[in-house]
């Protein structure tokens, strides 16, 4: 069974930074392929970032290149995604996903599970 949460959202000013961290509620994320998302107001839901389940293959959107960055912690229990230098057009609602055994889909029917999502404001 996997239950996604989402947290580490808030409300930031532009050139902050921020860590949202994904969990599974009911185990370890061992073995899934994470990816997140967002979806600004009036917006498509789109891929920030994602990895593989074994983490040897990684995709950031090229809106984020540079400035954000996913990892998984040693324990397999939680899936970060690093956010630095915000910019307004940050804003939305993150949500991560998951995937057993799979590469770092960048669509959303690549991914079995999602979250609840966690809000990232971003103000001037």
């Known amino acids: 069974q996997v239950q996604l949460v989402e947290s580490g959202g808030g409300l930031v000013q532009a050139g902050d930074s921020l860590r949202l961290s994904c969990t599974n509620s009911e185990r370890t994320l061992t073995g899934y392929a994470v990816g997140w998302f967002r979806q600004a107001p009036g917006k498509d839901r789109a891929i920030v970032a994602a990895t593989s389940w074994a983490d040897e293959r990684i995709y950031y959107a090229d809106s984020v290149k540079g400035r954000f960055t996913i990892s998984r912690d040693d324990e397999k229990t939680t899936v970060y995604l690093q956010l630095t230098s915000l910019k307004l057009e940050d804003t939305a609602v993150y949500y991560c996903?998951?995937?057993?055994?799979?590469?770092?889909?960048?669509?959303?029917?690549?991914?079995?599970?999602w979250g609840q999502g966690t809000q990232v404001t971003v103000s001037s």
């Open positions: 996903a998951a995937r057993a055994w799979a590469g770092p889909g960048t669509q959303e029917n690549d991914y079995d599970y």
